[in-house]
């Protein structure tokens, strides 16, 4: 287990250096799953408000042997150990699917890690990137924003789009939203009521709370919130209406979306719910729950969606 710790480091410190509330959308993919020896579908749906976005879907397989020596060593996958691409061809029975969506920064590429997690454990798993992201139609984006609105509507076109794949269990969907992606897959089991299961690490609780806890935090950012967001999808004001159930993940020593954004949200919510305050942990990089706790993460996780997606 240690080797294999070890092994993952390189990777959540890239992966989680980016989830800090800095609008840095990264354009390249630094990998792609066929890297990796993963099979998947890359596909292209389009929004309400007529953009395209790319994601990635990858049915539930075994990898074993193949993406597991490799991809929570590196991004970057030297020629001489890329695995040869695979045909895609996908005749099995639709499966329980966890839809992860970007934070803040990079793109779905630093989803990988996470998506293996979970389709080698029989989920299908769908990442895509928001407008402006990846390979996304492009979108303008200021660093100090924390999100876009309209984000909003490309996630509601992820969800639509995915209930229609072959490989997709429409009535047995789950969330999966880290830091910025936390509160806008919360804003997804607010307003829908065919979501099956969240899981959300590093919630924040509002805008407001967010923006004055990170200008003491860093008071040289100035940090700006999306302007026509809804109120009432923010987590704090959304929670005492949602009956989804909810797994809130949080780091002891979040400086960035402190412990008791988490509390607040979890004391209002009436559905089926469950809080792990990760000990000594921090918002991410190498002392993020992930790490802290691996691979015990991924264990805890499984089994809330085994329970409420199978």
Same mark, same amino acid.
């Given at each position: 287990?240690?080797?294999?710790?070890?092994?993952?480091?390189?990777?959540?410190?890239?992966?989680?250096?980016?989830?800090?509330?800095?609008?840095?959308?990264?354009?390249?993919?630094? =990998?792609?799953? &066929?890297? @990796?020896?993963?099979?998947?579908?890359?596909?292209?749906?389009?929004?309400?408000?007529?953009l395209y976005l790319k994601g990635w879907l990858y049915p539930a397989q075994d990898t074993a042997g193949i993406s597991n020596d490799l991809i929570g060593r590196?991004?970057?996958?030297?020629?001489?150990?890329?695995?040869? =691409?695979?045909?895609?061809?996908?005749? !099995?029975?639709?499966?329980?699917?966890?839809?992860?969506?970007? !934070?803040?920064?990079?793109?779905?590429?630093? =989803?990988?890690?996470?998506?293996?997690?979970? *389709?080698?454990? !029989?989920?299908?798993?769908?990442?895509?990137?928001?407008?402006?992201?990846?390979? =996304?139609?492009?979108?303008?984006?200021?660093?100090?924003?924390?999100?876009?609105?309209? @984000?909003?509507?490309?996630?509601?076109?992820?969800?639509?789009?995915?209930?229609?794949?072959?490989?997709?269990?429409?009535? /047995?969907? !789950?969330?999966?939203?880290?830091?910025?992606?936390?509160?806008?897959?919360?804003?997804?089991?607010?307003?829908?009521?065919?979501?099956?299961?969240?899981?959300?690490?590093?919630?924040? &609780?509002?805008?407001?709370?967010?923006?004055?806890?990170?200008?003491?935090?860093?008071?040289?950012?100035?940090?700006?919130?999306?302007?026509?967001?809804?109120?009432?999808?923010?987590?704090?004001?959304?929670?005492?209406?949602?009956?989804?159930?909810?797994?809130?993940?949080?780091?002891? /020593?979040?400086?960035?979306?402190?412990?008791?954004?988490?509390?607040?949200?979890?004391?209002?919510?009436?559905?089926? /719910?469950?809080?792990?305050?990760?000990?000594?942990?921090?918002?991410?990089?190498?002392?993020?729950?992930?790490?802290?706790?691996?691979?015990? @993460? *991924?264990?805890?996780?499984?089994? *809330?969606?085994? /329970?409420?997606?199978?």
């Open positions: 287990m240690k080797a294999t710790k070890l092994a993952i480091v390189l990777f959540l410190t890239i992966l989680f250096s980016r989830y800090l509330y800095s609008m840095k959308p990264l354009r390249d993919y630094p =990998s792609t799953p &066929s890297d @990796f020896g993963i099979l998947y579908r890359e596909v292209t749906f389009e929004t309400e408000d007529g590196m991004m970057v996958v030297p020629e001489s150990l890329k695995q040869e =691409s695979k045909e895609y061809n996908y005749s !099995g029975e639709p499966q329980p699917t966890i839809i992860m969506c970007d !934070g803040d920064a990079g793109n779905m590429a630093f =989803s990988m890690f996470y998506a293996y997690h979970y *389709f080698t454990r !029989g989920y299908t798993v769908f990442t895509f990137d928001w407008r402006g992201f990846g390979e =996304s139609d492009t979108w303008d984006i200021s660093e100090d924003d924390l999100c876009c609105t309209e @984000f909003l509507i490309d996630y509601a076109a992820a969800i639509d789009f995915a209930k229609e794949q072959p490989e997709v269990a429409s009535g /047995k969907i !789950g969330l999966m939203g880290f830091s910025t992606g936390a509160y806008l897959s919360f804003a997804m089991i607010a307003a829908r009521d065919d979501i099956s299961a969240y899981i959300g690490r590093a919630l924040t &609780s509002s805008f407001d709370d967010l923006v004055a806890h990170l200008q003491k935090v860093t008071p040289d950012r100035t940090f700006v919130a999306p302007q026509g967001y809804p109120e009432n999808l923010l987590p704090i004001h959304a929670a005492d209406e949602v009956i989804t159930p909810v797994f809130l993940i949080v780091g002891e /020593k979040d400086d960035r979306t402190p412990v008791w954004m988490s509390e607040a949200v979890y004391e209002k919510l009436k559905g089926p /719910k469950e809080l792990w305050i990760v000990p000594e942990a921090e918002h991410g990089g190498q002392k993020g729950p992930e790490m802290i706790t691996y691979p015990d @993460f *991924f264990v805890r996780t499984l089994s *809330f969606y085994d /329970k409420y997606l199978k």
